[in-house]
């Protein structure tokens, strides 16, 4: 990626740049096609007309400054759209997909820091790195990260996949996931979050693979393990249904792209087929 991340701005403003303009869970787009949309790249004159809120720098993509920015829905110009920023995916260059949720998880931070969380004075960013300081106690606040453990648990020639309670899609199945909690090893919090969510024990969890997620702001660490003991007996708060699968036999599973369509189709390959047709 032609990608170099940076808080400290040009000295001469260029003539254009990239926005990434959020409103809630929604990115701004320009319309290029109909299966094809691009970051708006506009002149400062452009963006202040608008009457966007939080812009922040980024860094340059291809030697074009990039920042990250807030909209409300009323003020979208015409000739742009928002769309859900999972959706961005696929229609776009895959450059601008990673910048996007790098500049969705700066921006949400920029929004939920503007006050301390220790005294509840203003905070300020400061211009040689990604913080807000508070102007009343110093406390400092950088972009929150949270760690969460993906697995795949294979059993002979079956995995095991899980309908969240919070899926958008009801009807998809996934391998399980969950955050790491303090004072836990990313192995533990695997052996942990399985055990809790479907009553399995696994053993030989090995790495596998790491994505950064910006939904809202989680880093997903891979893992693939293997079943040891144990029925089912899923956490009816967490899980709607949980079984065995095999290879030729998938329920609709997540997309390649993300961290848990490449487990489930390491998972295929592995059986001896092709898991790029799912």
């Known amino acids: 990626m032609n990608f ?19 409103s809630e869970n929604a990115v701004l787009v320009e319309k290029r096609s ?24 980024l860094g340059r ?34 450059g601008f997909w990673g910048i996007s949720g790098y500049a969705r998880q700066i921006h949400d931070w ?26 009343d ?27 969240g309670v919070n899926f958008p899609n009801k009807k998809m199945f996934s391998v399980l996931a969950g955050f790491v909690e303090p004072g836990e090893s990313l192995e533990d919090c695997v052996a942990r979050e399985v055990f809790e969510e479907t009553g ?12 950064p997620w910006p939904f809202p702001d989680s880093l997903m660490i891979g893992f693939t393990a293997v ?6 007996s899923i956490d009816m708060e967490e899980i709607l249904e949980a079984g065995w699968f095999k290879a030729d036999r998938l329920p609709i599973v997540p997309k390649a ?12 390959k592995h059986q001896g087929l092709d898991g790029n047709g799912i």
Not at 4 to 22: H, M
Not at 142 to 154: C, D, E, G, K, N
Not at 200 to 211: A, K, L
């Open 4 to 22: 170099i991340k940076t808080t400290i701005e040009p000295e001469i403003t260029p003539d254009r740049a990239y926005y990434f303009i959020f």
């Open 34 to 57: 109909k299966t094809l949309v691009s970051i708006p790249c506009i002149k400062q004159a452009s963006a202040e007309q608008i009457g966007l809120d939080r812009i922040c720098f």
């Open 61 to 94: 993509y291809n030697k074009i400054s990039c920042h990250c920015a807030g909209i409300r829905d009323k003020d979208v110009p015409d000739g742009y759209e928002l769309i859900p920023l999972r959706s961005l995916y696929g229609k776009i260059d895959n």
């Open 110 to 135: 920029n929004m939920n820091f503007k006050f301390c969380g220790r005294c509840g004075a203003k905070t300020t960013k400061k211009r040689n790195e990604h913080a807000r300081v508070c102007g």
């Open 137 to 163: 106690c110093g406390l400092a606040s950088y972009p929150r990260i949270s760690p969460a453990i993906i697995t795949a648990v294979v059993k002979e020639d079956e995995i095991l996949l899980a309908r």
């Open 200 to 211: 399995i024990r696994i053993r030989e969890i090995e790495y596998f693979n790491s994505q």
């Open 227 to 232: 079943y040891d003991s144990g029925s089912l």
């Open 257 to 268: 792209y993300t961290l848990a369509g490449e487990l489930i189709r390491w998972f295929v």
